[in-house]
């Protein structure tokens, strides 16, 4: 098949545009041979006809869908430049990704926008790993360089080229940044930050705005960072190329002069400014030509801060740095200075002498100002040997003026340039090697274009051709390497170009010979130009224009240019008058006279006219004045190029292409014809031209056998996947010159993959017709055989049906009967149960009626013996309520009474001790106040109680005789119902009954109605309680709740402040330590470098690392008694002085204390503590009773209408308990201090004075002994065995089979015996020691994990036993005798020393997993096969150009590495048992780090997103939680660590095609961020042809609904924190009682001078 076969109906190819430069268009019919129209159909719809002469002619062919957005262009099935062009712009607009590559170049869009990909995190990811695997970022091109350079020792260059604002400076910039970080420079202040630095400076004095770019670099530099032996940056270089100078005194419209003189305009009313005489940059020359004086959004003020701030960091001294502005200030000045014409005909000029310019001019350099007036309005000529002074004309002179103006800030460019190299050559080592970043201008063509143009174009012309010829030997190499037989690639060299420039009587050689000419001018040049290369010996790249006899035309790799011949010699030579150069090396400023000074090497200016004159006009007689001509510019350019050429071919280059996406500075607008334009320039096309004039295709031979099986035969293997293509491949593509076969790869011509693209989809085509003809057969049997049960189904239930409706009909005609039967019976029987109903209501009524009347008398009956039975009880418990009230105060009474006498009793008892009476003082007068105002209260109350009584009794007898009224008049009218009298009764009587009914009538009434107002109100009140009750309760659980959230949200701020604080000082205690280690490397070089110098060498018996020494001085002989103050030093012994004096204790130790006077003592104080205990006791329960009692003697109804008095009484015996119990807390406080006190002191009296004590029989008991025996001592002499056996001379093996934290119990043990015998000088020492000790320990096994987890552990349980037997620890413990020696110092030492212990723990595992994380979580496939069942994606598998294909061997590390590694570090430190929490907090960061990284990684490889690669990521990441899980670490958060790569793999596999899918989505990546999801979403890559991609408008859609998405979602930064560290909690665990005993030690670590005290 041919690829003429390709164009076929549906295929896509690209048509020329006006507008888009290519747009798409689809064939509506096939192309034949012979055909000389194509009907298209194009993108916007319209039909065109495209005319083809030739097969030849025909469009450029589109590539397949799946390749759409590739990173690497060189993948693409069709190479060309719509391919190119169209990629690019989808990546761009589409995916927002500004890096492609292109082979080995990596094309750059300038987004002019701030993008998140540039931090710490993204170095980290790509720190170490392969170009090929990672999306296409400056970062990665900067590892390959850095990779390359350490692996094969070889320098390297990165050429990053572009026209302006295309970004190549913060290309560079970033490249730098990158280096630092990875190559960490050795010195304090590092390299890169020096280089960093000097940005602002170069940007100050090298920059300007242009039309096409606000800060426009109008030179060109590369920098070579130096690297030492070990890769780490030791020092950097700077050279520039081709300063515009002549911006210094012409800018074209819209455009500035350097940033430099508009900062410091800016910045003239600064006090330190106000010396340089400056104005508004409106009133200078030299800055107002352009017409644009402010950059919109840029603050000149604040720019020249930062390159103030700038010098400082180079070490530029502040007078240096005024030195500097003076004299750009003067180069303003002298363009204001004033030159008029004179003389005949205006051949004459002059400066006026009162010129104010040239006065501020002399004076900020330091220069005679007549004679610069003078010498810039003449110059010196040489005639006949005689030296002239000739005048100038106006014009002349003002060319002069301008002239010395750039020469002056030429100089002081270079001096700029000098003086930062200086500050960057930072160490005197010579570098191992390099890294060489070219930042240099890109092609340019305006529509004038001049010298520097033309030098710049040169430039570019001879950098392609290096790109080029690099290119070109990469794709020999691949060739030969893979031993194809292959013939010479053709491509477009541009040496002839180069010859017409740089050749012999070249345009630089005819440029030169016409600048030494005396009357040479740019017409007589251009016609030795024409005459040289079109007329005697016509040039394929040379032209003359038509309408132009002072310009010509030179044909370009990238444009033809045309170029104006103006200025071209005056700035080729770059001449400045020799007189002016002499004032200023006269002058009074050192700067200034340095920048002038002659340079052997170089010569001494040129002149002019080629003469010399004297400076006095004289003629001299004799001597010919000497000339030396200088370098012209173009000679010089000449020469630098080369130089940087030879620097080039020396390195191993990588190449950086910065485009410019549109002029108008727009983020993420994209101009197709500028990108073509610079694509052409750049060399990106020609890339794709060499590479599609060979074999730009190109599969592995296993790759190939997997994307192409349905083509091939025989079965799967590695070793049949050679031979199957071998022997396929010619039937599959007849011409043996469309493809080769290689030694590990195969290799196709362009175009070649599409045919084989075409083959395999028809294969799969034709396999999908056949799989549907048994599909479709399999489907109509299925449904014959459904139609058939179905019709037989509908048969048997119609015959059913018939057969139910007969049963049904015999049914009914039965059921009609059984109906009228049963219709009858009910009728019947209803008129039968209606009469019966009726006789039993009626007897019924009748009984209720009787019934009611009968209850109605028992209810009477029974109310009455209630009501007299409660009066009666109520009288009764009346009654004994008086009585009981009686009792109990007379009991009270009688206890108050005896209470007072035991009152007394124990005051007369407490007299002896003297702080408890003072304490007590008054309190027996508060006591008798209380009581009386109980008595008083008291009296009331029995007052209130009588009145009352005398009340209800009143009361009562009144309710009695109603009562006793009522039932008369019950029983009268009963005797008269049940015996009617006949009484005559007069019409008085009459009279006064029906009036006394009346009344009562209206009685009744009143009284009905008030009952009903008090029913009404008391409704109303209990509402209103209701009410307020509610209320109060929703009040109080508003309340509780605002309460409850406030708490909850400054404990969350505070904790947050907490974590915030401790990660701080963990980061700065990190710091420290590698200051520390970076002191201890500095020291020991030091030291080498003594012993190199002839020092005398260390004796070998003595230790090279840590020696133990006491920092303290020598602690007393024990003979001498400890020294304790004399006087008491704070209010506790101020206030225990009396007491002890009462109980016998010596204050003053100087006087001896024998055993019996202590054991008195003790006696004294326990005697003293029971006593007081019983007597508080006693008074506590006695108020309690009384409490009690006072309580019982109010009744409970009574409680409410308690008065106010009693009240207060109350609350001031509870206030008088509380502070007495208090008083009790605090006395017994301070008798457990007088304990330790008094037993500490009968210690150190045994120790001290041993021969002193009495006989064994005579001593006295001693209770608290043990707590302070069981000790080890360990004497002076053997404080420095004891840290070397113990600490630094313990090794691996034997370290580990000690048992845990023993080391650290014998140093606590020790310490302890030395502080209970007084020596607290030693106990110090010893205690400092051994913590230096564990620091050097720690640092000798700074790569050991079972050594530091041993040290960590010893470190952990030293602190908490100095805590445990601390002053603040023991104050609220008997069984613990707090330390007499301070070590809280020590103890914060140790509390650091355990957080650099576990840092360094972290570190070391985090050093051995940060290698296999990727390889071990993405790549390694633990479900064997199913990445190898998946078919590759086309063209995804190609590797870079120059690159070998990393074969995935059996070393590779898997996830049992992985697991092997967390195993080590989770057995270590359950070794040494330590404690749970702080497992899990080591692995909560393990699995932190483990889940950034490798989410990072699968953030930036497009490879790794796809599903089956999801799959086994998903797999590998539950083997993690497994283990976790199994070793009990996931209660710590190491689980949930792992959740944004779980929900990361989870992406890969769900749907994404229906707006469900996208909620879904949103919904459950709850904790992966907005840039995240976008980015996965769009690398994500489908596995074979029958899956589809991501669509934008999916995305689209997922970006609209991740913006609703609440704020309280997880960072917006795309890459996670691998540096984020999360601070560490130590828990405090008072460890068990230590006692020598029980502390096993064995005879390896050689203890035995150790003695049990």
């Known amino acids: 098949m041919e690829t003429v076969e390709l164009y076929c109906k549906g295929a896509s190819v690209w048509v020329a545009d006006p507008d888009t430069v290519w747009i798409s268009a689809q064939l509506l019919q096939d192309y034949s041979p012979g055909d000389k129209q194509l009907l298209l159909q194009l993108a916007d719809g319209r039909e065109v006809q495209y005319p083809v002469a030739s097969a030849a002619n025909l469009p450029p062919m589109g590539n397949p869908d799946i390749l759409e957005g590739e990173n690497d262009l060189t993948a693409l099935s069709f190479l060309h430049e719509p391919a190119v062009l169209h990629n690019l712009r989808v990546r761009f607009l589409d995916y927002n990704s500004i890096y492609t590559y292109c082979g080995i170049v990596l094309v750059a869009i300038n987004p002019y926008d701030q993008l998140p990909i540039y931090g710490e995190e993204v170095v980290d990811a790509y720190s170490g790993q392969d170009m090929a695997d990672m ?79 606000d800060n426009s670099s109008r030179f060109g530099k590369y920098i070579e960072i130096g690297f030492g032996s070990k890769g780490d940056i030791i020092g950097a270089n700077m050279r520039t190329y081709l300063l515009e100078k002549s911006r210094v005194v012409f800018q074209a ?64 001294q502040h007078d240096q740095q005024m030195e500097l502005f003076r004299i750009l200030s003067a180069v303003l000045h002298l363009g204001n200075v004033n030159i008029q014409a ?308 020396s390195t191993t280059p990588h190449y950086v292409r910065c485009i410019k996406p549109n002029d108008c500075k727009e983020p993420f ?190 209810v009477a009956e029974r109310a009455a013996v209630l009501l007299q039975s409660t009066v009666r009880g109520w009288l009764a418990r009346q009654a004994y309520r008086r009585v009981r009230s009686a009792v109990v105060l007379m009991q009270c009474c009688v206890r108050r009474r005896a209470a007072r006498r035991q009152l007394l009793k124990l005051k007369a008892e407490a007299r002896s001790v003297e702080k408890y009476r003072e304490l007590n003082k008054g309190m027996e007068v508060k006591v008798m106040q209380l009581q009386m105002r109980v008595d008083q209260q008291a009296r009331d109350r029995a007052a209130l109680k009588e009145t009352l009584h005398a009340e209800r009794e009143a009361h009562s007898a009144e309710l009695d005789a109603l009562r006793g009224a009522l039932q008369r008049l019950e029983s009268q009218k009963q005797h008269v119902t049940l015996h009617p009298v006949p009484v005559v009764v007069t019409e008085k009587e009459m009279e006064e009954k029906r009036r006394a009914e009346e009344k009562t009538a209206q009685e009744i009434s009143r009284l009905t109605q008030e009952l009903q107002a008090l029913q009404t109100e008391r409704e109303r009140l209990a509402k209103e309680n209701e009410e307020l009750t509610s209320r109060l309760v929703e009040q109080e659980k508003r309340q509780e709740e605002c309460v409850r959230d406030a708490v909850s949200q400054a404990g969350e701020s505070l904790r947050a402040e907490v974590d915030d604080e401790r990660r701080k000082y963990q980061g700065l205690l990190r710091e420290f330590t590698r200051l520390e280690q970076r002191y201890d490397n500095l020291k020991e070089m030091s030291l080498i470098t003594e012993h190199a110098k002839g ?115 109350h609350q001031d015996v509870q206030e008088l308990l509380d502070a007495r119990e208090q008083e009790c807390v605090r006395l017994r406080r301070e008798v457990k201090e007088l304990r330790s006190t008094v037993t500490v002191r009968r210690l150190l009296a045994q120790t001290v004075l041993p021969s002193s004590l009495p006989p064994e029989g005579s001593t006295p008991s001693q209770p608290k002994a043990v707590a302070v025996t069981c000790l080890l001592e360990c004497r002076k002499k053997d404080e420095a065995k004891l840290i070397k056996n113990l600490i630094t001379d313990v090794r691996g093996h034997s370290a580990l089979s000690l048992p845990p934290g023993l080391p650290a119990s014998v140093l606590f043990l020790c310490v302890r015996q030395a502080d209970c015998s007084g020596d607290q000088t030693r106990a110090r020492s ?48 008997e069984a613990l005798v707090p330390l007499t020696c301070d070590l809280s110092d020590l103890s914060r030492t140790l509390s650091d020393l355990c957080i650099q212990t576990y840092q360094q723990l972290l570190s070391i595992t985090e050093a051995r997993l940060q290698n296999i994380i990727v390889t071990a979580m993405l790549e390694s496939e633990t479900i064997p096969g199913l990445s190898g069942s998946a078919a590759l994606k086309l063209g995804g598998s190609r590797k870079r150009a120059g690159s070998d294909p990393r074969g995935v061997g059996s070393d590779a590390p898997t996830m049992a590495s992985v697991l ?90 769900v749907g994404k095609k229906t707006e469900a899918d996208a909620q879904a989505i949103v919904q459950t990546c709850t904790a992966l961020a907005k840039p995240q999801i976008v980015k996965i979403l769009t690398l994500y890559t489908p596995d074979s042809d029958l899956e589809e991609r991501v669509t934008l408008n999916f995305i689209r859609t997922i970006q609209g609904l991740l913006k609703e998405r609440s704020d309280g979602q997880p960072s917006q930064q795309l890459l996670m924190d691998v540096r984020r560290v999360f601070p560490v909690t130590f828990p405090y665990q008072p460890p068990p009682a230590l006692h020598a005993e029980h502390l096993h030690i064995p005879d390896s670590i050689k203890l035995s001078f150790l003695r049990k005290a």
Request: glycine share 6%; charged share 25%; proline share 4%.
């Open 135 to 213: 999306e296409p970022h400056i970062f990665s091109v900067a590892e390959e360089a850095y990779r390359t350079m350490t692996r094969e020792e070889k320098n390297q260059s990165i050429i990053i080229s572009g026209e302006s604002g295309a970004g190549k400076t913060v290309s560079a910039k970033f490249t730098m940044r990158y280096f630092a970080v990875v190559g960490g420079a050795s010195q304090q202040t590092s390299v890169e930050e020096k280089v960093l630095a000097s940005n602002p400076i170069m940007e100050s004095i090298g920059n300007a705005k242009t039309t096409r770019n």
């Open 253 to 316: 419209s819209a455009e500035r002069n350097y940033h430099i003189f508009y900062q410091l305009c800016a910045s003239r009313e600064l006090p330190e400014m106000r010396a340089l005489k400056l104005d508004a940059a409106e009133h200078f020359r030299y800055t107002n030509q352009g017409g644009d004086m402010v950059i919109p959004g840029t603050d000149d003020q604040v720019d020249l801060e930062r390159t103030r701030n700038a010098f400082t960091v180079l070490g530029v």
């Open 342 to 649: 004179s003389g005949r005909g205006g051949d004459r000029s002059y400066i006026d002498g009162k010129d104010c310019s040239l006065a501020v001019f002399s004076k900020l350099l330091g220069v005679e100002g007549p004679q610069m007036a003078h010498w810039l309005c003449h110059r010196r000529l040489a005639v006949g040997g005689e030296m002239l002074v000739k005048p100038m004309s106006g014009q002349q002179a003002v060319e002069a003026r301008d002239a010395l103006a750039k020469h002056i800030y030429g100089q002081l460019f270079t001096w700029t340039v000098h003086r930062l190299n200086s500050a960057l050559r930072a160490q005197r080592a010579k570098p191992k090697s390099f890294i060489g970043v070219l930042d240099i201008y890109g092609f340019e063509t305006f529509d004038r274009n001049s010298f520097e143009q033309f030098c710049i174009n040169y430039a570019n012309e001879k950098l392609q051709q290096q790109f080029n010829r690099h290119v070109f030997h990469l794709e020999q190499e691949e060739y030969v390497r893979e031993e194809l037989a292959w013939s010479r690639i053709e491509f477009s060299d541009n040496q002839p170009c180069i010859a017409l420039i740089e050749g012999h009587l070249g345009l630089l050689d005819l440029l030169d010979e016409e600048c030494r000419m005396p009357k040479g001018t740019e017409e007589s040049w251009a016609r030795k130009l024409y005459d040289q290369h079109q007329s005697s010996k016509p040039h394929p790249n040379f032209r003359k224009p038509r309408m132009s006899n002072t310009a010509f035309i030179i044909l370009h790799f990238a444009d033809t240019v045309q170029y104006e011949c103006d200025s071209f010699l005056d700035k080729n030579r770059g001449t400045v008058f020799e007189e002016p150069i002499n004032i200023l090396r006269a002058s009074q400023s050192e700067l200034v006279a340095e920048l002038f000074q002659k340079d052997p090497a170089e010569g001494s200016v040129s002149l002019s006219g080629g003469k010399s004159s004297l400076a006095n006009g004289s003629i001299s007689s004799g001597k010919r004045a000497h000339r030396e001509h200088k370098l012209t510019v173009g000679f010089q350019f000449r020469q630098s190029l080369q130089l940087l050429m030879d620097t080039l071919n």
């Open 669 to 858: 607008m994209f101009d197709p014809k500028r990108a073509v334009q610079q694509l052409r320039a750049c060399g990106v096309l020609e890339t794709i031209r060499i590479s599609a004039a060979g074999f730009p295709s190109r599969w592995t031979y296993e790759e190939f056998f997997r994307r192409y099986r349905v083509l091939l035969r025989g079965t799967w293997s590695k070793e049949q996947a050679h031979t199957s293509c071998r022997q396929t491949l010619p039937e599959l593509i007849p011409d043996p010159d469309q493809y080769c076969f290689g030694k590990t790869k195969v290799f196709f011509r362009a175009g070649q993959v599409a045919i084989l693209e075409r083959l395999r989809s028809e294969r799969l085509r034709a396999a999908g017709v056949i799989i549907q003809s048994w599909v479709r057969g399999w489907l109509a049997r299925i449904q014959y055989t459904r139609i058939r049960w179905a019709t037989l189904t509908l048969q048997r239930y119609c015959r059913g049906a018939l057969a139910r409706r007969l049963v049904m009909t015999i049914h009914y005609t039965k059921a009609a009967l059984v109906i009228q039967k049963t219709y009858r019976m009910v009728a019947i029987r209803q008129l039968f149960l209606m009469i019966r109903q009726a006789t039993v209501t009626i007897q019924a009524f009748t009984r209720g009626t009787l019934a009611r009347r009968r209850h109605k008398q028992m």
């Open 1095 to 1209: 020092h005398r060498r260390t004796d070998s018996t003595q230790s090279v690392g840590w020696e133990p020494t006491s920092p303290t001085p020598m602690s007393p002989s024990f003979s001498n008694p400890p020294l304790f103050p004399s006087t008491p030093t704070s209010p506790e012994e101020v206030r225990r002085e009396p007491l002890m004096e009462r109980m016998g204790v010596a204050k003053d130790t100087a006087v001896k204390m024998r055993g019996e006077d202590l054991g008195h003592a003790y006696d004294a104080v326990r005697v003293a503590n029971k006593f007081l205990e019983g007597q508080l006791r006693s008074q506590h329960s006695q108020w309690e009773k009384e409490r009690k009692s006072m309580g019982n003697t109010q009744p409970r109804g009574d409680v409410a209408l308690a008065d106010p008095p009693s009240r207060a009484l």
């Open 1326 to 1373: 010893l205690c400092s020691a051994a913590v230096t000790g564990m620091k050097g320990a720690v640092k000798k096994h700074n790569n050991d994990i079972d050594m530091t987890a041993l040290w960590m552990k010893n470190t952990c349980l030293l602190n908490d036993l100095l805590t445990q037997h601390s002053t603040k620890q023991t104050l609220g413990s």
């Open 1460 to 1549: 092997r590694e967390l195993g080590a570090l989770h057995t270590a430190l359950s070794r040494q048992a330590l404690p749970a929490s702080l497992v899990e907090q080591a692995f909560h960061q393990l699995t932190y780090l483990i889940a950034a990284s490798a989410l990072n990684s699968l953030l930036l490889r497009k490879d790794m997103c796809c599903w089956s690669r999801g799959m086994q990521i998903r797999y590998n990441v539950s083997l993690l939680e497994e283990w976790l899980r199994c070793h009990g670490l996931q209660a710590g958060g190491a689980v949930a660590m792992l959740e944004p790569l779980i929900q990361a793999v989870q992406l890969l596999q």
